[in-house]
T-cell receptor
Framework: GAGVSQSPSNKVTEKGKDVELRCDPI?????LYWYRQRLGQGLEFLIY????????KSGLPSDRFSAERTGGSVSTLTIQRTQQEDSAVYLC?????????FGPGTRLTVL | GQNIDQPTEMTATEGAIVQINCTYQ??????LFWYQQHAGEAPTFLSY????GLEEKGRFSSFLSRSKGYSYLLLKELQMKDSASYLC??????????????FGQGTTLQVKP
């Protein structure tokens, strides 16, 4: 069946611009996670959604980062006033229970 | 704080066996995942250990010792396609812990002919 999909696959932007990254989770998965992976680094947790509960935003690095999940399905991660240190691969994962299934990621480059 | 350690790089020969270690110091450990990540691709699930012991799945096995804060991933009969990064990740107990994964830096394995 269809896995987690993310768009765009690549995004190049200029410093100071806003970007939106999209995640389509696996149908029926109630939990959705966003992670960031800088070059040569491990994955860094950003935010978690579960059903109608308030999201866990404890991993968001600054108030320039926000995310929403509409209708318990699609999620968008928004980065405002992008900085060069925001350059990374942004990975989305969804989960029915324990195991998280990852999307291919969006590679963000801030010039 | 939470700390997860893995070797940065390993090299092994096709057909051989390799063991990738992971040690962790966390508060409220629940379980440990291993993921495989090929360059430029998404991590893919390999194993999940909650209880002590060895779990075998084909050529891959994963071991956990909760008392020692230690896990390893064992890859047998190595193939060239096993060249990838192997990510160790921990989940924590407690109502405030939402199942988010805390990752180590990953171990890049190079399999040589």
């Amino acid at each position: 069946g269809a896995g987690v999909s993310q768009s765009p696959s690549n995004k190049v932007t200029e410093k100071g611009k806003d970007v939106e990254l999209r995640c389509d989770p696996i149908s029926g998965h109630t939990a959705l996670y966003w992670y960031r992976q800088r070059l040569g680094q491990g994955l860094e947790f950003l935010i978690y959604f579960q059903g109608n509960s308030a999201p866990d935003k404890s991993g968001l690095p600054s108030d320039r980062f926000s995310a929403e999940r509409t209708g318990g399905s699609v999620s968008t991660l928004t980065i405002q006033r992008t900085q060069q240190e925001d350059s990374a691969v942004y990975l989305c994962a969804s989960s029915p229970l324990d195991t998280q299934y990852f999307g291919p990621g969006t590679r963000l480059t801030v010039l | 704080g939470q700390n997860i350690d893995q070797p940065t790089e390993m090299t092994a020969t096709e057909g051989a066996i390799v063991q990738i270690n992971c040690t962790y110091q966390t508060s409220g450990f629940n379980g440990l995942f291993w993921y495989q990540q090929h360059a430029g691709e998404a991590p893919t699930f390999l194993s999940y250990n909650v209880l002590d012991g060895l779990e075998e799945k084909g050529r891959f096995s994963s071991f956990l010792s909760r008392s020692k804060g230690y896990s390893y991933l064992l890859l047998k009969e190595l193939q060239m396609k096993d060249s990838a990064s192997y990510l160790c990740a921990v989940t924590l107990r407690g109502s405030s812990n939402t199942g988010k994964l805390i990752f180590g830096q990953g171990t890049t394995l190079q399999v040589k002919p």
